[in-house]
């Protein structure tokens, strides 16, 4: 069985909320969630090139984007491949 996580994944379009990176954390299950992995990404990158990132350079397949209340930034259902 493979490990799933939640992908927090914020572009360069996001204002406020940090430098564009995707951050790898387990899921909550009441317990608070835990970094397992973080990605820089360019300023330019898209949410596209995030997930093909995810799923090719580091071996995570994804889900289907969640939006949020804050442009440029999702939350992805992953599991480790």
């Not at 580091?58 to 289907?64: A, F, I, Q, S, V």
Request: net charge negative; proline share 4%.
């Amino acid at each position: 069985m493979s490990a799933k996580y939640a992908a927090h994944i914020v572009t360069g379009e996001a204002a406020g909320l940090g430098d564009p990176e995707i951050i790898v954390m387990t899921l909550d299950e009441g317990m608070g969630a835990e970094e397992v992995e973080r990605f820089p990404l360019g300023a330019h990158e898209s949410l596209r090139t995030a997930l093909d990132r995810l799923n090719l350079q580091h071996g995570y397949n994804t889900g289907e984007p969640t939006t949020t209340q804050h442009g440029g930034y999702w939350i992805v259902d992953v599991e480790k491949a």
